[in-house]
């Protein structure tokens, strides 16, 4: 098959370079000539694990090419997947306008009867919108070409991106023409050899899907962390509460870590996206508007917990941070949690050395200038760089190397032995008993402090 991927991110370059690997030919376009100069010789623009030996050696075996000219990718496929971004626009709905200049780009170049698919993440109604930029530029042209428009939403996850495209719990294809969906189970079918995982349905219906999908995740988080808020007021662990309900089968252990706030491409974007939609039909989304403002207060957990233990003013105080990225296996830094807690600390008059295994470059590239220039922060090479004299360390990330590091070493470097823990990777006795202080995420039965004084505000 020869398919053409537009937008060549995290979901185009994956999706492009795992049809490669199962022997498609596939051109990968995007408007960033530097990304595509940069594929063209083997350097990923995203760290993704697994994925740069298959870009590489597709590309070397010539299944897979980059190009920024779409037409010129046009000129042998019939098949094109639209998988460039949809991010927030300031009222919070699904800014269309690159899959709909992509859709109109189609339309002029058009030859013979083509599928076109919606990989991006779009609200119900979009295909509808894709088939009329295209009809419109076909009508312009005053040539009839048939096509159709089919929704196939992506949900790989960042950091096992690969993995799940090539096992993927479900594929969703939303088409309304039978031709249509005979090219997508004859391209989907070799990932669906050991079982079926197509679940063929409606355009709108696959649309929709993918936001209730990603809407029910982040209603799981948000709710585990206002339990965990509750908890570090009851002085209850919220890590035994965790298990005790993860046993039910009904509930499940998945997405029900407590941490400092959901973020990444899509959780916020999405919830987002949906209750604007529902606004538009006049819904008032009262569970998503509950998720979305829990995540956000979620954000400023761990600064709320610095400024109890230190203080309002925070200037003279260093601070170590590991983890920048928005989760770990990813160097996406798009709504991270570390952003809004490095404004509030610098905001407080703090310093900060921060280390990331893999997301130096993007914090760099992303992060204002200024608190470089200015030493308010400091990236550092290693992980315990970022400790030096530091009067606390938050996590922020949960890397597997800070899952169990050297605590002694950690307490010989930092000028007070005290922690911020945002995603409860570490045992509040044992630290305890090292003699650190120590707050976790709802770990309430180790903060006394804090529940002391929450008992007068409440008395
Ligand atoms: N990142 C994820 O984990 C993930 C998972 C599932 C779904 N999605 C959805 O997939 C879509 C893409 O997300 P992403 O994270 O890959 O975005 P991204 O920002 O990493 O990549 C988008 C790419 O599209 C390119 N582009 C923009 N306009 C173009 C045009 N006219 N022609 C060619 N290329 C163009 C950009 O240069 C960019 O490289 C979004 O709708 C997102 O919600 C993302």
Known sequence: MNITVIGTGYVGLVTGACFAEMGSNVTCVDV??????????????????????????????????????????MADSNL???????????????????????????????????????????????????QAAIQRELDARGVHIPFDVVSNPEFLKEG?????FMRPDRIIVGAEAERAREVMRNLYAPFNRNRERTLFMGVREAEMTKY?????????????????????????????????????????????????????????KDVKALIRTAAEHGFDTQVLNAVEARNNQQKTVLFDKIT??????LS????GVWG????????????????????????????????????????????????????????????YDALKDVDAMVLVTEWKPFRHPDFEAMKRLMKQPVIFDGRNQYDPKQLQALGFRYAGIGRGEHQPATRAELKIVAG
């Open 32 to 73: 960033d000539a530097a990304k595509i100069e940069g594929l063209k010789q083997g350097i990923l623009p995203i760290y993704e694990p697994g994925l740069e030996p298959i870009v590489v050696n597709n590309y070397k075996e010539g299944r897979l090419r980059f190009t920024t000219s779409l037409p010129e990718a």
């Open 80 to 130: 094109y997947f639209i998988a460039v971004g949809t991010p927030p626009g300031e009222d919070g709905s699904a800014d269309l306008q690159y899959v709909l200049a992509v859709a109109r780009e189609i339309g002029q170049h058009l030859k013979a009867y083509s599928i076109i698919v919606d990989k991006s993440t779009v609200p119900v109604g979009t295909a509808e919108k894709v």
């Open 160 to 164: 096992a991106a690969v993995e799940d």
């Open 212 to 268: 209730a999908a990603n809407a029910m995740l982040a209603t799981k988080i948000s709710f585990m962390n206002e339990i965990a808020n509750l908890c570090d007021l009851m002085g209850v662990d919220v890590e035994s509460v965790r298990e005790g309900i993860g046993s039910d089968a009904r509930i499940g252990y998945s997405f029900i870590y407590p941490g400092c706030g959901y973020g990444g491409s899509c959780f916020p």
């Open 308 to 313: 109890r233990h230190f203080g309002a003013d």
């Open 316 to 319: 003279g105080l260093h601070f």
């Open 324 to 383: 920048l990225a928005f989760k770990p296996g990813t160097d996406d830094m798009r709504e991270a949690s570390s952003v809004v807690l490095l404004e509030a600390l610098i905001a407080a008059g703090a310093t900060v050395k921060a280390y990331d295994p893999v997301a130096r470059e993007a914090a760099r590239a992303t992060l204002p200038a200024d608190w470089f220039a200015s030493g308010r922060l400091v990236l550092t090479e290693h992980q």
